[in-house]
């Protein structure tokens, strides 16, 4: 599916972690797909949302490898990127989590990100987790299934 259709009617897009990753890492297989919708986040014709699971995750291979600069970067883009809202985790979102979890069989981490774009109101949720297409609550945008 074309990125243009995909977005099509989407004013908050979650950002799932692998997208980020390739987005900040300039991943040779992905940049290329996932830049024309940050490109949208940073003209503010979308509004990101991201959530602590994101930061965290994003932030592990940094930390093991003692990259200083990438765990600014991943920082600034996640919790201060400009059109960019960082969803905190609270009891609700721990509850629909659970909800989530039990209804789709997904990890727990998946399940508090589902929960924390649905709580944003988003109305799509973009990851490379082709597992994730099975959640129903919000359009599921597979970076790995989409074409510029």
Do not use: W
């Amino acid at each position: 599916m074309k990125i243009a259709e995909a977005l099509q009617g989407i004013t908050h897009l979650f950002l799932d972690t692998a997208p980020v990753i390739y987005y900040v890492e300039e991943h040779p297989l992905f940049l290329a797909t996932v830049t024309p919708i940050f490109d949208r986040i940073d003209s503010g014709f979308l509004i990101a949302v991201t959530s602590p699971v994101t930061l965290a995750e994003c932030l592990v291979a940094p930390y093991r490898l003692s990259l200083i600069k990438l765990q600014q970067d991943f920082f600034d883009l996640i919790v201060h990127g400009r059109y960019t809202t960082f969803m905190p985790l609270d009891h609700e979102i721990a509850r629909q989590a659970a909800e989530l979890r039990a209804r789709y069989n997904v990890t727990l981490p998946d399940a508090l990100q589902i929960a924390a774009a649905l709580s944003a109101g988003c109305e799509a949720f973009l990851t490379n987790d082709g597992n994730l297409d099975r959640v129903k609550e919000l359009r599921v945008l597979v970076v790995g299934e989409l074409e510029v």
